[in-house]
């Protein structure tokens, strides 16, 4: 097991390295950089500029720069924002609490709303609850994320129910902040885009418990369960419900992985100050350490992600051992 541990982590060291790499390389081939926007400010001579550029390294070729991140980088130095005049680990701990809080709302929402559907279908089939679920799977998985987030915009201006984007705080919260006024209103910010991104999981995962609780009903330890005149509840839940509920703790993993990354372009419709929202803002700035630092963090979260589902996978089937 602590082999296994072992050995992933090392499989992410590289593909770390490889991502930074090639997001330094992308970053040069674009034109300009975070200083050109002053170039054509009066008050800002070329010497001034020219220093500035030395300053930060942009006068060097890409890889030379590179070499300067990862050297910096292997210290635990991510280097300072140009654009935000702080260090870049304090504004990734900012937005990454926040990207964590709505990805984190998503699969509850996911997860509360799914199973129960799924399991009323899966008992009721073909009967117009069952139907009716098929129904909300099919929106949930047809419809892409941006135009359910810009829908959900447009529902959210009309109604004024919700605030139509942002939040009351980009900073991190504190345990000292969270009184009940600051509370309900991250809660109202909160809502409508964690809906939004819960969407698609709900679907799937309602899908698939309706799939697996059917299979386990035809079982024939659920038909001879019946056979002793148990309830019908009874069956579901003390015999099938246990069994056709375990598969689904594998893609538990994934679902975090995809929420996560889903995050990013709902971050950015609704104006959400997480990791992804930090992202293109950094990208439209050229503020390249700040790119590389967020690109390396969200890839790193997404083979935690996978990491996590391995590890369920593996734990939920006694079939499936990890390679030593």
Do not use: C
């Given at each position: 097991m602590w082999t296994y541990l072992f050995q992933r982590l090392l499989h992410m060291i590289p593909i770390l390295i490889g991502v930074s790499l090639l997001t330094?390389?992308?970053?040069?081939?674009?034109?300009?950089?975070?200083?050109?926007?002053?170039?054509?400010?009066?008050?800002?001579?070329?010497?001034?500029?020219?220093?500035?550029?030395?300053?930060?390294?942009?006068?060097?070729?890409?890889?030379?720069?590179?070499?300067?991140?990862?050297?910096?980088?292997?210290?635990?130095?991510?280097?300072?924002?140009?654009?935000?005049?702080?260090?870049?680990?304090?504004?990734?701990?900012?937005?990454?609490?926040?990207?964590?809080?709505?990805?984190l709302a998503a699969l509850l929402i996911a997860w509360l709303v799914a199973l129960p559907l799924g399991i009323w279908a899966a008992v009721r089939k073909d009967s117009w609850v069952d139907r009716g679920c098929a129904m909300i799977a099919f929106l949930g998985l047809s419809i892409p994320e941006i135009l359910l987030g810009l829908m959900a915009l447009l529902f959210a201006y009309a109604s004024g129910w919700f605030p139509v984007s942002g939040v009351e705080s980009n900073r991190y919260i504190g345990v000292e902040d969270w009184d009940a006024a600051r509370v309900l209103n991250r809660l109202h910010h909160l809502t409508l885009p964690a809906l939004v991104l819960a969407a698609s999981s709900l679907a799937g995962i309602m899908r698939q418990m309706r799939s697996n609780l059917l299979d386990t009903l035809r079982a024939d330890y659920v038909t001879a369960a019946r056979a002793r005149g148990l309830s019908e509840g009874w069956v579901v839940g003390k015999h099938a419900l246990r069994n056709a509920i375990n598969p689904l703790l594998t893609i538990f993993g994934y679902s975090l992985a995809g929420l996560l990354s889903g995050a990013f372009i709902i971050e950015n419709i609704f104006s959400w100050p997480g990791l992804g929202r930090l992202t293109l803002e950094a990208l439209t700035s050229q503020d390249y350490?700040?790119?590389?630092?967020?690109?390396?963090?969200?890839?790193?979260?997404?083979?935690?992600?996978?990491?996590?589902?391995d590890l369920l996978l593996a734990w939920s089937d006694p079939r499936i051992r990890l390679r030593e």
């Open positions: 330094f390389l992308l970053m040069s081939l674009t034109p300009g950089d975070y200083y050109s926007k002053l170039e054509n400010n009066p008050q800002i001579t070329k010497e001034k500029l020219t220093q500035l550029r030395a300053k930060a390294h942009l006068d060097r070729p890409w890889y030379v720069r590179y070499g300067y991140w990862m050297k910096d980088a292997l210290r635990g130095d991510l280097g300072y924002s140009l654009e935000y005049k702080i260090p870049v680990s304090e504004l990734i701990v900012m937005r990454l609490w926040n990207t964590f809080v709505l990805a350490r700040l790119v590389v630092a967020t690109v390396v963090m969200a890839t790193g979260l997404l083979m935690v992600g996978n990491f996590i589902a």
